[in-house]
């Protein structure tokens, strides 16, 4: 066996938990390995590690983007919830420092956003999008939402965000 197929199956081995926006996350761990499998392999095959690309910004050239397609960022962070079902809908807000200042009655806003999640599948089928994101009152929040969901369903929430985006209320447009 060559040390790319050594490395490739290593690779495979570090796996992202989720994909937020286009970016795969990963723990700490998993990321480690995955970027000492990266610099292996350029190394063994000759190439170079991209460390970013110069973009155009507000004052000239200038890294905007670091060129990395990941992030690392512990799961029980990315993914706090606190939820409430209303009919035939999950609202979840994910804010973290009103989740973490919601068990001492008061948090920092008078509202807090929620998304508003939907399944478009039949029953027993799961089909989530995302159908709004809605303002809660802080009383609300606060009494209401007591469920948490767990680290896989957020995940598959995440992916719904990412697949469908929000669609703007029709507003009226200013004309004279």
């Known amino acids: 066996m060559s040390i790319l197929e050594d490395l490739s199956k290593a690779k495979k ?21 995955k970027v000492e499998i990266d610099q292996a392999e350029a190394k063994v095959g000759g190439g170079q590690v991209d460390l970013g690309k110069m973009k155009p910004t507000k ?16 799961q029980d962070i990315l993914f706090i919830n606190r939820y409430k079902k209303e009919n035939d809908a999950y609202l979840i807000v994910t804010d973290y420092r009103a989740i ?5 009655g008061q948090i920092y806003a008078s509202s807090v956003q929620a998304l508003v999640i939907k399944n478009k599948g039949k029953k027993g089928e799961e089909e989530m999008y995302l ?46």
């Open 13 to 33: 081995k570090a796996k992202p938990y989720a994909v937020v926006g286009g970016r795969e996350v990963y723990d700490y761990d998993s990321l480690e390995k």
């Open 131 to 176: 159908e709004s994101i809605r303002n809660v009152s802080d009383t609300e929040f606060i009494n209401d939402f007591t469920g948490e969901l767990s680290n896989i369903s957020m995940a598959k929430v995440f992916e719904a965000i990412d697949k469908d985006k929000v669609k703007e209320v029709s507003k009226d447009e200013i004309s004279f």
């Open 100 to 104: 973490k200042e919601q068990s001492s």
């Open 59 to 74: 004052d000239g050239w200038g890294y905007t983007d670091m060129g990395n397609s990941f992030s690392a960022i512990p």
